[in-house]
């Protein structure tokens, strides 16, 4: 009977332990330090806008292209999963573009000319001069979703409790340490490592191509009509403009930064005021004209994306005899890849098992 100890109570370990107990087999428990409910740097999950403007290439598009009809689906039949259908726009300025082909952009996939994803979503299109802000080159549009992150990961968790898994809390030190911790007092087969950002602490992976992408947003009651993207701003290479407005009043983000290999938790009020700034100019019509004193704030909040060099790692590998499967390392994308992610999770734990029959 496969004994499975998923580590991290962050999206991709909560997705990862919901598709793996939907099979009734499978005896799941979730180990975290923190879980839904915290607020916490070292957990990026509550942080997340989050929305699904997707930023793979082509060629590494699956978590992706796998994980949107599910989000749309719960979007569409699933209100109490806490996430709604939103159009999002996406303004491509043509220094940045530029930039882009010379490869320098932190979200590359997602300001392409012609992108891959505009199969995805059956309402893509380009944006008209007259719908553009004036200094952007050229945009598109297209009907994404907007995840209210406190109720999708208490929902999340919900559907786990339902399928039987264990929630646990507690901290391990060395990976395979928590194949210890399974709720049924046996040693788990597969530790599944969740980690997130913490990958880069946890004995036996210690990664350290891990870094903190740190994004500082502000959360206010202001309501936008659609959610907006841009792909680059004048005041810092590491600085984004984009708006996204929660589902079920979970607020409007205003994004934001994007500064590698920074763990400052704290936000900065200079840089909070240039995002408001940025917000009010691009979209007047968040305080009706009323510039940045018409924004009405809910928080200032700081959330560092697990960003790895190289690219997620969604691999198994044999730890002086436990079987671990690891599942980190997802940037700014890890609920728009949530489910890609945790399908292949199962199926290396199906490898997994195969290997143990032989
Ligand atoms: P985390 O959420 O960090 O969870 C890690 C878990 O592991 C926690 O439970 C932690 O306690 C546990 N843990 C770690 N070490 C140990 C240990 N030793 N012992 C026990 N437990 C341990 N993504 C999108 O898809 N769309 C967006 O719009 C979006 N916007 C974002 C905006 C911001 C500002 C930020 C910061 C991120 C954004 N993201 C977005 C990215 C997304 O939030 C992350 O990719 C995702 O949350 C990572 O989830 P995770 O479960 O891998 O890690």
Redesign the pocket.
């Known amino acids: 009977m496969p004994n499975i100890v998923v580590?991290?109570?962050?999206?991709?370990?909560?997705?990862s332990a919901y598709l793996l107990s939907k099979d009734k087999a499978n005896k799941v428990t979730i180990?975290?330090?923190?879980?839904p409910g915290?607020y916490?740097i070292?957990?990026?999950?509550?942080?997340?806008?989050?929305?699904?403007?997707p930023m793979a290439s082509k060629a590494n598009s699956r978590w992706e292209t796998r994980t949107w009809p599910e989000l749309k689906r719960l979007a569409v039949e699933v209100p109490e999963a806490g996430i709604h259908e939103m159009k999002s726009r996406v303004y491509r300025r043509k220094k940045d573009l530029q930039a882009l082909r010379e490869q320098k952009h932190a979200i590359d996939g997602l300001f392409l000319e012609n992108p891959w994803y505009k199969s995805l979503f059956d309402d893509f299109r380009e944006l008209s001069r007259d719908e553009l802000p004036e200094d952007v080159a050229s945009g598109c549009e297209f009907g994404s979703v907007?995840?209210n992150?406190a109720i999708y990961l208490a929902w999340l968790v919900g559907q786990c409790l339902a399928n039987g898994v264990v929630l646990k809390r507690?901290?391990?030190?060395y990976?395979s340490e928590?194949a210890s911790w399974s709720h049924t007092g046996n040693k788990a087969d597969v530790v599944i490592n969740?980690?997130?950002?913490?990958?880069s602490?946890?004995g036996g992976v210690m990664d350290q191509k891990m870094v903190p992408?740190?994004?500082?947003?502000v959360v206010v009651r202001n309501e936008i009509p659609y959610m907006t993207t841009r792909s680059g701003t004048d005041d810092g290479e590491d600085e984004l403009v984009?708006t996204?407005m929660r589902a079920a009043g979970g607020g409007t983000?205003l994004?934001?930064?994007y500064q590698k290999g920074q763990w400052e938790s704290q936000p900065d009020p200079n840089v909070a005021m240039r995002i408001m700034k940025r917000a009010v100019a691009e979209m007047p019509e968040l305080t009706h004209g009323k510039g940045v004193e018409g924004l009405d704030i809910i928080r200032h909040?700081?959330?560092?994306?697990?960003w790895r060099e190289g690219g997620v790692r969604i691999e198994k590998e044999n730890m002086d005899g436990t079987w671990v499967v690891h599942?980190?390392?997802?940037?700014?994308?890890?609920?728009?890849?949530?489910f890609g992610c945790a399908e292949r999770v199962v199926e290396l734990v199906h490898e997994i098992q195969g290997c143990a029959k032989l």
């Open positions: 580590i991290g109570a962050g999206v991709s370990g909560l997705t180990l975290a330090k923190h879980m915290d916490d070292e957990y990026a999950s509550p942080f997340a806008g989050a929305n699904v403007v907007c995840i992150t507690g901290v391990v030190k990976v928590a969740a980690t997130g950002l913490m990958a602490k946890l992408v740190r994004g500082q947003l984009y996204m983000i994004g934001g930064t909040a700081v959330g560092l994306r697990p599942n980190y390392g997802h940037a700014g994308w890890g609920y728009q890849g949530s």
